[in-house]
């Protein structure tokens, strides 16, 4: 196992620095950026993909719970082979759960697919779907809020973790 050890206080003291480190142009500072940035992209997708997983089979979590189907729908889905009410909302090839499923970290964020949207500007992170269906099912079954703010702070909190450890270098 490979592990190492920052004080509480030196913690500290980097986390005060990390708005400073996020604004500079050298190779450690945007690899530490990239890092936090990338792992901040990826529990976005993977928050993203464990809400619609869970409610595509008829959970709820902090955003509800989908609409059931109609009894219509419900009929044509088992004559395509559906067998049960809990796998059928918006899972018919499951392309549009897995345009969420979460990429990888590696120097910045590693789209899992090329359906994902992953915009960064230095004012915006836009992140989503291309999907040819993620409009028309998010009209009728909400994917994701409209601002995310729990989400986007564990997100953040997530980075933050995951550069602690490489703040050191950046004395």
Partial sequence: MVSTTVSYQAAMEYIQRIPEILGRKDSKSQFVQAVFWGTVVREMFRKMHRSYDLRSKGGADELGKWRKLKPRTVAIKKRLGYKSTADLINVRTKSLLNSYRPGRVSNGYIPAN????VEMTRWRVTLGTKHKHADAVNKLRTI?????TRWVVEAIESGLRAVVPLLGSLR
Wanted: hydrophobic fraction near 45%.
């Fill in 144 to 148: 994701f809020p409209d601002v995310p």
């Fill in 114 to 117: 090329a359906h994902q949207l």
